[in-house]
């Protein structure tokens, strides 16, 4: 079955030191990937995908993820956390079959502290 | 543009009531998708309409319904209201058709529905 997980329910950074969320996927073929994040009491806001082509995706907010084919990953980072930046990230990857009715498989989110 | 807008944004029921959560899309979006998010199972897929048809379906039983205007709005609908449909009901809206599958979704702040 396709899936995605996002193995750490919680990370816990520095305010200033780099940050990584992990996300790592299971779909044959190439994937479309996705990153979401989640402001306590508001809806989702797009960050950033991996669509092809250069394996470093450059988002919003100083965000970038890197796409690893071999490890089936798409890791989301920033060099240099922000207490703002503490919120609900979400990773997503669109099934890969034919048709255009193709839906988003999420991951379970990874709640994210920054701290000053 | 003006953003995806969902109402009412908060809502209290009883068992065995039904609701009715509504969904306005970003203007020229035909796709629009229904998720229900909770603490413990993160975000779960409903349902997408795309151009009035129910073009994607998750697993959720036959009381969760939905349908979608020719101007895009959407709404759906929960009958026989149970204590476990308490969550946050998020639309989101993208442009859909044959590029739908790699474009981003927008959400709107969601509704919060209680039930007592």
């Known amino acids: 079955a396709q899936s995605v997980a996002q193995p750490e329910d919680q990370v816990n950074v520095a305010e200033g030191n780099p940050l990584t969320v992990k996300c790592t996927y299971s779909v044959s073929g190439n994937p479309y990937l996705f990153w979401y994040v989640q402001y306590p009491n508001r809806g989702l806001q797009f960050l950033l995908k991996y669509i092809t082509g250069d394996n470093l995706v450059k988002g919003s907010y100083g965000f970038e993820a890197e796409f690893n084919k071999s490890q089936t990953s798409f890791h989301l980072k920033k060099p240099s956390a922000l207490v703002s930046d503490s919120a609900l990230y979400f990773c997503a990857v669109r099934e890969v079959r034919a048709g255009n009715n193709r839906k988003l498989i999420w991951g379970l989110g990874t709640s994210l502290a920054v701290n000053p | 543009k003006a953003g995806v807008t969902q109402t009412p944004r908060y809502l209290i029921k009883t068992r065995g009531q039904q609701v009715t959560l509504s969904c306005s899309p970003i203007?020229?979006?035909?796709?629009v998708s229904w998720y229900q998010q909770t603490p413990g199972q993160g975000l779960q897929f409903l349902f997408e309409?795309?151009?009035?048809?129910?073009?994607n379906k998750g697993n959720f039983p036959g009381r969760f319904s939905g349908r979608q205007f020719s101007n895009s709005r959407s709404e759906m609908n929960v009958s026989t209201l149970e204590l476990g449909d308490s969550a946050l009901y998020l639309c989101?809206?993208?442009?859909?058709?044959?590029?739908?599958?790699?474009?981003?979704?927008?959400f709107g702040p969601g509704t919060r529905l209680t039930v007592l």
């Open positions: 989101a809206s993208s442009e859909g058709g044959t590029s739908g599958t790699y474009n981003e979704q927008f």
């Open positions: 309409y795309f151009s009035e048809t129910q073009r």
């Open positions: 203007s020229g979006h035909r796709s």
